[in-house]
């Protein structure tokens, strides 16, 4: 079947049932992910135009490859999976677009090339793959993941295995996926001196995806290090409180409700996930002629509000655990504000807010306008 994105047209084996395209090499619901993949390639070369080759690690149809060679990237896609080579030398020359094409283990080509851009897109955790990425990509890592139940804790086993942290499941899940991921990470990285700055993530349907500006510098892996540390959550009451630094120091009771039944998780990454500047780049670079526009923008301006802090609420869940009817988010996150909290949106979902201020706080801030 024929697909178009992003101003290229490909071919993929596979049929379009009720609209939308099935194929093993191309997956239309990941096309946010690839047009802010290209949007970030694009603000990512004004901040550093030294920025030329990148790599497609794992290229399947070529869509990144082809659409990164369009933009003038000097492209090398990879895939271990014969047909997928085959098809992304397909679409690379359907589109007239020059690539270097490997078909072989990514793991042993970014062992013996470096490349100023490398973005890990596999099927489930990256992991695998993150100790020749950091250590063979120059300036900017770009990874997906797509496991998000081991990410929050929901198989928790799994998640141990792949990450070297513990996550916890907790009303916040796919932020304890975006930290445990950045955690991995950043250790991973820190193994070969080498300091990650996130400058752009989110967690977006079933996947996170973050973009790392790396700098090698023993001083930088440090300072990545010093961003991680522990989360303690009750269950009963869903305080919760961040502990930096490596060692924990597990909250026994609960401050606000008295209760013994507190998650701990980490190492997780505590530091921000995005630079607000890169990402209002970002935002500003994803033309309209892009099929997901508008949701990539929206997606941008909620993260550039979006408070450090490194958990978030969801609104619902507190006001159901408080016996309360939820009332309008502005109207809620208004009450915060008023009260003196700093209060934002986060990018979870709809009903999901930051705010500095504590369960106990939001409950008192808000309390006239639930009752
Ligand atoms: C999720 S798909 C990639 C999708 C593609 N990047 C996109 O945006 O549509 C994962 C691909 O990774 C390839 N792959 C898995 N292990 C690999 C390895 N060790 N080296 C290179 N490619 C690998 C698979 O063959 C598959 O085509
Ligand atoms: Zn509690």
């Given at each position: 079947?024929?697909?178009?994105?992003?101003?290229?047209?490909?071919?993929?084996?596979g049929?379009?049932?009720?609209?939308?395209?099935?194929?093993?090499?191309?997956?239309?619901?990941?096309?946010?992910?690839?047009?802010?993949?290209?949007?970030?390639?694009?603000?990512?070369?004004?901040?550093?135009?030294?920025?030329?080759?990148y790599?497609?690690?794992?290229?399947?149809?070529?869509?990144r490859?082809?659409?990164?060679?369009?933009?003038?990237?000097d492209?090398?896609?990879?895939?271990?999976?014969e047909?997928?080579?085959?098809?992304?030398?397909?679409?690379?020359?359907?589109?007239?677009?020059?690539?270097?094409?490997?078909?072989?283990?990514v793991?042993?080509?970014?062992?013996?090339?470096?490349?100023?851009?490398?973005?890990?897109?596999?099927?489930?955790?990256?992991?695998?793959?993150?100790?020749?990425?950091?250590?063979?990509?120059?300036?900017?890592?770009?990874?997906?993941?797509?496991?998000?139940?081991?990410?929050?804790?929901?198989?928790?086993?799994?998640?141990?295995?792949?990450?070297?942290?513990?996550?916890?499941?907790?009303?916040?899940?796919?932020?304890?996926?975006?930290?445990?991921?950045?955690?991995?990470?950043?250790?991973?990285?820190?193994?070969?001196?080498?300091?990650?700055?996130?400058?752009?993530t989110?967690?977006?349907?079933?996947?996170?995806?973050?973009?790392?500006?790396?700098?090698?510098?023993?001083?930088?892996?440090?300072?990545?290090?010093?961003?991680?540390?522990?989360?303690?959550?009750?269950?009963?009451?869903?305080?919760?409180?961040?502990?930096?630094?490596?060692?924990?120091?597990?909250?026994?009771?609960?401050?606000?409700?008295?209760?013994?039944?507190?998650?701990?998780?980490?190492?997780?990454?505590l530091?921000?996930?995005?630079?607000?500047?890169?990402?209002?780049?970002?935002?500003?670079?994803?033309?309209?002629?892009?099929?997901?526009?508008?949701?990539?923008?929206?997606?941008?301006?909620?993260?550039?509000?979006?408070?450090?802090?490194?958990?978030?609420?969801?609104?619902?869940?507190?006001?159901?655990?408080?016996g309360l009817?939820?009332?309008?988010?502005?109207?809620?996150?208004?009450?915060?504000?008023?009260?003196?909290?700093?209060?934002?949106?986060?990018?979870?979902?709809?009903?999901?807010?930051?705010?500095?201020?504590?369960?106990?706080?939001?409950?008192?801030?808000?309390?006239?306008?639930?009752?």
């Open positions: 079947m024929r697909v178009t994105e992003g101003g290229i047209e490909l071919e993929v084996p049929e379009q049932t009720e609209g939308v395209e099935e194929s093993v090499f191309y997956n239309p619901r990941q096309e946010l992910n690839r047009d802010l993949t290209i949007a970030t390639l694009r603000a990512f070369r004004e901040r550093e135009p030294r920025a030329e080759s790599l497609d690690a794992m290229a399947a149809s070529g869509v490859g082809v659409r990164a060679a369009a933009d003038d990237w492209v090398t896609c990879c895939d271990v999976d047909e997928a080579v085959a098809l992304a030398e397909e679409n690379l020359e359907r589109n007239d677009c020059e690539a270097t094409v490997e078909h072989r283990d793991n042993a080509l970014m062992h013996e090339e470096v490349f100023d851009v490398i973005d890990l897109d596999p099927y489930g955790t990256p992991m695998p793959f993150a100790d020749a990425a950091v250590s063979n990509c120059r300036d900017l890592l770009c990874v997906t993941a797509t496991d998000t139940a081991p990410l929050c804790g929901a198989h928790f086993n799994s998640g141990v295995r792949s990450y070297s942290a513990v996550p916890q499941n907790t009303d916040y899940h796919a932020e304890m996926g975006v930290r445990i991921l950045l955690s991995a990470l950043a250790r991973s990285a820190a193994r070969f001196d080498v300091g990650v700055e996130p400058i752009l989110h967690a977006t349907s079933h996947y996170v995806r973050t973009y790392l500006e790396l700098e090698h510098k023993p001083t930088a892996a440090d300072a990545a290090i010093d961003e991680l540390g522990h989360l303690y959550h009750c269950e009963d009451c869903l305080h919760r409180e961040a502990d930096p630094g490596l060692i924990a120091d597990p909250l026994e009771t609960c401050p606000n409700c008295g209760g013994t039944r507190i998650l701990a998780a980490g190492p997780v990454w530091g921000s996930i995005r630079d607000r500047e890169f990402v209002a780049d970002v935002r500003e670079t994803v033309p309209d002629s892009f099929g997901t526009a508008e949701k990539a923008r929206e997606l941008c301006e909620v993260l550039e509000a979006e408070l450090d802090q490194p958990t978030h609420y969801d609104q619902h869940k507190l006001c159901r655990n408080w009817p939820a009332n309008a988010m502005d109207d809620f996150l208004a009450d915060l504000r008023e009260a003196g909290y700093e209060g934002s949106r986060a990018h979870y979902g709809g009903t999901t807010f930051k705010t500095d201020a504590s369960v106990a706080e939001i409950r008192e801030a808000t309390a006239d306008s639930l009752d």
